[in-house]
């Protein structure tokens, strides 16, 4: 079964940093885009980043433009998302999913895999 987890959510204070990871299994990473998105207490799920299998091209919402950086290493089959100067509204639970392809619109609907989510809270 084609499996990711992601690792490194938890509690930072605003201006923190955190570094997630996303570990793909089952399958080869090289042929998959990867994109984050979050999910926060009466929202909708919305994109973040992503990074595409072809070139490595990155894409990134408005919201965390100049504070987050996602990045790839398919010899290790895992995808990372820097997040600095994090702030409150960061809040969420995050998740990692692959596609043939980066969208980040329409929450993900056209990814294929999800992980299971990490938490992730910016609270002084």
């Known amino acids: 079964q084609l499996q990711l987890v992601e690792s490194g959510g938890g509690l930072v204070q605003p201006g923190g940093s955190l570094r997630l990871s996303c570990a793909a299994s089952g399958f080869t990473l090289d042929y998959y885009a990867i994109g984050w998105f979050r999910q926060a207490p009466g929202k909708e799920r919305e994109g973040v980043s992503c990074?595409?299998?072809?070139?490595?091209?990155?894409y990134y919402a408005d919201s965390v433009k100049g504070r987050f950086t996602i990045s790839r290493d398919n010899a290790k089959k895992t995808v990372y998302l820097q997040m600095n100067s994090l702030k409150p509204e960061d809040t969420a639970v995050y998740y990692c999913?692959?596609?043939?392809?980066?969208?980040?619109?329409?929450?993900?609907?056209?990814?294929?895999?999800w992980g299971q989510g990490t938490q992730v809270t910016v609270s002084s």
């Open positions: 999913a692959a596609v043939s392809s980066c969208s980040l619109s329409q929450g993900g609907l056209r990814y294929d895999y």
């Open positions: 990074i595409s299998s072809s070139d490595g091209r990155t």
